[in-house]
């Protein structure tokens, strides 16, 4: 009697074991499936933002790609009118140039030394500026010659004057911006000095008063050109006057 009741006992107990470990098993199922339907909506969502991640780069390299054919076309177009720019230069300087020598065949007439070759001291102009007792100028420079000649060299001012009623002078460059023993010129038709297109500035001594500018100009082969110019009172650089003379 007790040996069967035994062998019941056990049996149920074999029975719940059984029921428990279906019961795990079917849990963990479960919780394998939804762990996997989890991670494949995540990996959709991702794959998702991944389509839209690349989406937007592609984009972002067309709208790239059409900027830089855009500034390829300006940079094409800036250059193809910097190339007539400068084709359109250098016919002036060759009709500037061409005027210059009929003139100085029309004034040989009165003057026998204006056709010779060489450098001549075309112009000088100067402006007042922002700060009082400041001035900013430029000398034009030109030749007489051939049209496949150059020339080239250094040219200084000397600005004549009154320092506290005496006579006094000032040597440029050395009281502008610029080094050495002058501004350097080298060209075939024309030049304008400074460089650059910029005006050298000049600043005058307390208590000094300009009355004349003396350009001198000398060549590498050692030829030296002088021309005077009287110190005129120009206007300011606020005003955008000037004051010039030429031959």
């Not at 230069?89 to 070759?117: I, N």
């Amino acid at each position: 009697m007790t040996s069967a009741r035994r062998k019941v006992g056990e049996r149920r107990a074999s029975g719940r074991q059984t029921r428990y470990l279906l019961l795990l098993v079917v849990l963990l199922t479960a919780a394998g499936w939804i762990y996997s339907a989890r991670q494949q909506a995540l990996q959709g969502q991702q794959l998702q933002q991944l389509v839209q991640d690349n989406r937007l780069q592609v984009e972002e390299i067309e709208q790239l790609q059409q900027r830089l054919r855009r500034l390829r076309i300006e940079l094409l177009l800036a250059e193809q009118a910097a190339d007539e720019q400068r084709d359109m230069v250098q016919d002036l300087e060759q009709q500037l140039f061409h005027q210059q020598q009929t003139l100085a065949r029309y004034q040989s007439a009165l003057r026998p030394d204006a056709v010779k070759p060489g450098l001549r001291i075309q112009a000088f102009e100067q402006q007042s500026g922002v700060e009082p007792g400041s001035f900013r100028f430029r000398i034009m420079l030109s030749r007489v010659g051939t049209e496949d000649d150059s020339i080239s060299g250094k040219v200084q001012l000397l600005v004549e004057g009154l320092q506290n009623g005496k006579p006094a002078t000032l040597q440029l460059p050395d009281k502008v911006d610029a080094a050495g023993d002058g501004w350097a010129f080298e060209f075939r038709y024309f030049q304008v000095l400074p460089d650059e297109g910029s005006k050298a500035k000049l600043r005058m001594p307390e208590g000094f008063e300009p009355v004349r500018v003396l350009v001198r100009a000398r060549t590498q082969t050692g030829h030296l050109v002088e021309r005077s110019f009287d110190w005129r009172a120009p206007a300011s650089a606020e005003s955008g006057g000037t004051s010039s003379e030429t031959p």
